[in-house]
């Protein structure tokens, strides 16, 4: 179920208990063996939301993005077998992304072309950490699902409300105010509307690369095809 957008008027403060510091320990003990996988054979990637932030569950996904497009083959072969790999294309004009899904809830994502700017200040927004932070037990603020600012501290977190103070969250963050404006607004959207959904998935096969799909739907969809060409891809 996703989670709904929240409006705090007062900060509040949570704190962790023994169990959630050994899961999130856990957590980012997977996270920063697949980091140094991927560093050691040429890649830069991050690990982004609640495993970068602190604010974990049971149900967290250990979400991996490397923000540079590069070939799907040698990043799955470091990766090895996965469970299901995907290209998502969440409207028209964004960048259409390869998603690949490992066992443990980790999930490897991949620009099939060059992210713009804003698309890149998402992962930044929601709270991203490479492979030294993870060695240095360091947390990060992001603001998840909900449109909660979430800052860490030597407890826990603090909890602050996106909604109304877009200005003062996106300078904590160092993103331009344009992309906390953006989320605001699809996820206000989506809550009032209902769940949207994205333009476009689409599973591959066991036989399929994520290059050859994506020329598919290049060749197929005019406006992927338009996208593409503004980025120069």
């Known amino acids: 179920m996703a989670k709904k957008p929240e409006l705090l008027h007062e900060p509040r403060e949570i704190h962790y208990n023994k169990e959630h510091w050994k899961h999130l320990q856990v957590l980012r003990k997977t996270a920063l063996e697949i980091l140094d996988k991927l560093e050691s054979n040429g890649f ?29 083959f040698r990043l799955e072969l470091v990766l090895g077998q996965p469970l299901k790999r995907e290209l998502v294309q969440a409207t028209p004009s964004m960048v259409l992304k390869g ?28 709270g991203l950490i490479d492979n030294n932070g993870l ?5 990060v603020p992001g603001v ?26 996106s300078k904590k963050l160092k ?32 036989n399929e690369s994520f290059e050859a799909v994506a020329k598919n739907l290049q060749d197929s969809d005019p406006a992927l095809r338009r996208t593409i060409q503004r980025r120069g891809g």
Not at 184 to 203: A, E, Q
């Open 44 to 72: 830069k990637p991050f690990v982004y939301g609640s495993v970068a932030r602190g604010d974990t569950t049971k149900s967290s996904d250990i979400d991996i993005i490397v923000l540079r497009p590069v070939s799907s």
């Open 135 to 139: 060695k240095s037990d360091t947390r």
């Open 144 to 169: 998840d699902k909900r449109l909660v600012l979430i800052e860490p501290t030597e407890t826990g977190h603090l909890e602050e409300g996106v909604i109304g103070q877009e200005q003062e969250v």
């Open 175 to 206: 993103v331009s105010i344009g992309i906390a404006q953006e989320r605001v607004r699809v996820l206000t959207r989506r809550d009032n509307v209902g769940r949207t959904g994205v333009y476009l998935t689409r599973t591959l096969n066991d």
């Open 99 to 126: 998603h690949i899904h490992l066992p443990e809830n980790i999930v490897v994502t991949f620009p099939l072309f060059k992210l713009r700017s804003r698309e890149e200040e998402f992962y930044r927004w929601g």
